[in-house]
């Protein structure tokens, strides 16, 4: 029996369309699918801008870990990012920079990407990816999850007040993450329409 998905059906993610022509296999895709998400997080790590006065810099990271839940869907998007989390805390130096372990202040971030990876994936299954008003925000949820555990986790770790959090964990960074919803804008709904689905 295929497990293949079929293109636009309700409860399908773009990484479903990839053929799986029986449960093996599909075991085989899923598991390189996950590896490959989190591959794709670290290599999007190193595209790295320090912030002056901030321990977080800009990264391609986001943007990757919010690209994985969404294609992936939610169960092998947390899987992806969890994968990535628990290498880079054991010693894998693939988080920004080429750092890794867990108790940096912007461990938070991650952590945050881990649990937005699974919200995305869980709203792109429901169609939040196929068009540009849905991506979009989708894009936005997904971001506001990450700050919403990451900022919080660098004022507990940095010993800040919420204020100075919010000026070094956040505000910086609204510019960068309007510019890669942008890109996600065009990238998923356009990937979606390459598939000749229906929206």
């Known amino acids: 029996m295929s497990t293949t998905a079929v293109p636009g059906r309700a409860g399908t993610v773009l990484a479903d369309l990839l053929p799986a022509s029986s449960a093996g296999r599909a075991r085989l895709r899923d598991a390189a699918l996950v ?31 919010l690209l994985v839940g969404t294609a992936l869907g939610a ?16 010693g894998l130096p693939w988080f920004a920079d080429g750092t890794s372990g867990w108790s940096m202040p912007s461990f938070g971030y991650i952590l ?15 169609g939040g990816d196929r068009t540009v008003l849905r991506t979009a925000g989708v894009m936005v949820l997904g971001s506001a999850v990450i700050y919403a555990v990451g900022v919080p986790y660098l004022a507990a770790s940095a010993h800040l007040s919420a204020h100075q959090a919010l000026t070094m964990g956040l505000r910086p960074y609204l510019l960068g993450d309007a510019l890669k919803a942008a890109l996600a804008m065009a990238a998923l709904p356009a990937a979606w329409r390459l598939t000749n689905s229906p929206s």
């Open 112 to 126: 945050g990407m881990l649990v937005a990876s699974g919200v995305v994936g869980f709203l792109a299954r429901r």
């Open 35 to 65: 590896v490959g998400g989190a591959a794709l997080t670290g290599l999007a790590a190193q595209l790295s801008v320090p912030v002056p006065g901030s321990p977080v810099p800009v990264t391609g990271q986001t943007f990757a870990a």
């Open 75 to 90: 169960k092998r998007g947390v899987a992806s990012l969890g994968l990535y989390a628990a290498a880079g805390a054991a």
